[in-house]
């Protein structure tokens, strides 16, 4: 099977179901901070490939919800830009596998690993009614 790099917002309950689905389906699954990373433009781009600009965007990020940010008003730099300062607003997990990497739980890599269970994957904010998952440090706090 495969090890899967999962960068993920620690704390995020639908990352946890997609950690666990790919554990389930037999794959390593090496988790890391989507949060704390050290991103570079041209490295954070490769995980978007040619998706479109505002999907590269996580619909659940606060500053998205309350309004006050368009994904749609972006170019590619200038959202590469925004997420570099704000990683909040990258959508996640972004996954790499065998130097195959991608945004968000479904498409092609995502289908591969986990073959026919993949239409049946966790992909947008499991919680909506909150709001806002916790913040890693409210996630780990007794």
């Not at 946890?16 to 389930?24: A, D, F, I, T």
């Not at 781009?45 to 999907?55: R, S």
């Not at 959202?79 to 300062?85: K, N, Y």
């Amino acid at each position: 099977m495969a090890r899967v790099i999962f960068y993920e917002k620690p704390g995020c309950g639908t990352n946890g179901r997609q950690k666990r689905l790919l554990e389930q389906a037999g794959h390593e699954v090496v988790a890391r901070s989507l949060l704390s990373e050290p991103w570079t433009g041209e490295r954070l781009a490769a995980f978007f490939g040619d998706m479109p600009v505002p999907a590269r965007f996580n619909p659940a990020a606060p500053g998205i919800k309350s309004g006050g940010v368009d994904p749609r008003a972006f170019s590619a730099e200038q959202a590469l830009a925004l997420m570099l300062e704000e990683p909040l607003f990258i959508r996640r997990p972004l996954l790499e596998v065998e130097g195959v990497r991608c945004a968000g739980f479904e498409g092609p890599l995502v289908a591969r690993l986990l073959g026919p269970a993949s239409g049946d994957a966790p992909q947008g904010c499991s919680r909506p009614e909150v709001g806002a998952c916790p913040t890693p440090a409210e996630a780990v706090a007794p």
